[in-house]
T-cell receptor
């Protein structure tokens, strides 16, 4: 059974640009969550999607957005990138909603210059 | 946002030694989870705890859900080199809009052969 797949694994952007990250959940999993991981703040919840609807949102500015498609794949977008957006962005999937038992992908490492 | 205090921040131990780490919060959680993250990987779920006082084992790992619901402990017995990594505790509440996980900052474990 394939795990959670995130693309791209690494990317470098400059301030002011935007970025789109993609996540394919484990087959059959309908819930996708996104987390930002930085050395200073640790793992911070961004948002959760289930059945193409955002069910929960963390305390991040509106520059961070996401969506989920009918096949449960998800994308997140960060617009007007800032240096502080440099981080590992982790996607996690689960079969149902409201469970803490998450299956994480390897992450997309974003560097903003 | 809500913070979990995880300690110790890092530890160096000899192979074969037992390890203990803990996580505390100022507020109550309904679920406690422990994840491990290897370099270049996403976190992997080790143990999930759903009831105050619950003691659960997974091989050499044992975790407990504190009676007050404000803390949790993870013990690793007879450590081996592959135990190296960062261990995260995570708490989850229940109720609308509250299901996202709150993570501790992690305990970085190094095992000396």
């Amino acid at each position: 059974k394939a795990g959670v797949t995130q693309t791209p694994r690494y990317l470098i952007k400059t301030r002011g640009q935007q970025v789109t990250l993609s996540c394919s959940p484990i087959s059959g999993h309908r819930s996708v969550s996104w987390y930002q991981q930085t050395p200073g703040q640790g793992l911070q919840f961004l948002f959760e999607y289930f059945s193409e609807t955002q069910r929960n949102k963390g305390n991040f500015p509106g520059r961070f957005s996401g969506r989920q498609f009918s096949n449960s794949r998800s994308e997140m977008n960060v617009s007007t990138l800032e240096l502080g957006d440099s981080a590992l962005y982790l996607c996690a999937s689960s079969f149902g909603i409201n469970t803490g038992e998450l299956f994480f992908g390897e992450g997309s490492r974003l560097t903003v210059l | 946002g809500q913070q979990l205090n995880q300690s110790p921040q890092s530890m160096f131990i000899q192979e074969g030694e037992d390890v203990s780490m803990n996580c505390t919060s100022s507020s109550i959680f309904n679920t406690w989870l422990w994840y491990k993250q290897d370099p270049g990987e996403g976190p992997v779920l080790l143990i999930a705890l759903y009831k105050a006082g619950e003691l659960t084992s997974n091989g050499r790992l044992t975790a407990q859900f504190g009676i007050t619901r404000k803390d949790s402990f993870l013990n690793i017995s007879a450590s081996i080199p592959s135990d190296v990594g960062i261990y995260f505790c995570a708490g989850q509440r229940s109720g609308a809009g509250s299901y996202q996980l709150t993570f501790g900052k992690g305990t970085k474990l190094s095992v000396i052969p």
